[in-house]
């Protein structure tokens, strides 16, 4: 049976210094070089595929293994992610808030997501300003999505299908808006494995986050979609949507960032 795990990342960090430069609220989910490399060598020693994540555009997966992902455009993606990828011939999907680009210090500029496009790697969008989608108006939710699929087409010069979901919210009436902008393949934030012969192509697709410590042994667990690490990690996500629901998505937020900060 077909057992592909979708990774999502976010920023690296090559030394303190880069790690004090990303805020506090995203710095659970910042991820050094030398741990990411050392993951990369973890796949390759399980003999766990890393595949290419524009195959999720064909419908199908194409066989057991992992799919790398990173959301936000952190310049980082560009800096530090592309090489060790690229020393090692995997590739990656890297989903950008377009209204960062070139505009918020720390982010990808056009000339960065280019290059990243260049390699091999694709270039997928999240949103314009990152606010979350469901909970906007339709009209601003049509606009969030259409701004950042039209700005990554015209400045990439290729077709732009897929994108991932800031904060992981949405809900049908942003699967349709996406769709009807140009989008195809979708990426959430629920816990889970890609189940074989499912249809991919307007789909939250689930993702597992890697975040800062995990150690290798949960690591492999999650990118081998053992049953037990699975099922710990959607209680705990279960959780969390629970409380987004009864106090909404932006006070959530808020609260985390402040128990970050």
Known sequence: MNRVVVLMYHALYADAQGLDAIAAEDRPYAISTRTFAHQLELLRDASIPVLDPAQLETGRTGGSGVILTFDDGHASNAELALPLLAERGMSAAFFVTTGFIGQRPGYCSWEQLRALARAGMLVGGHGHTHRFLSDLPPPQMHDELRQSHALLRNALHQPVAQMSFPGGRHNAA????????????????????????????????????????????????????????????????????????????????????????
Not at 233 to 251: D, F, P, S, V, Y
Request: proline share 6%.
């Open 174 to 261: 942003v699967l349709q808006a996406g769709l009807s902008c140009g989008f195809q393949v979708f990426h959430g934030s629920e816990v889970g494995m890609l189940r074989p012969h499912a249809p991919l192509a307007g789909q939250p697709l689930p993702r597992i986050a890697v975040r800062r410590g995990m150690r290798d042994a949960a690591f492999l667990d999650y990118a081998l979609a053992r049953p037990g690490r699975m099922l710990l990690a959607r209680g705990l996500a279960q959780t969390k949507t629970l409380a987004k629901h009864i106090i909404g998505n932006e006070r959530y937020h808020q609260l985390y960032a402040k128990i970050k900060s």
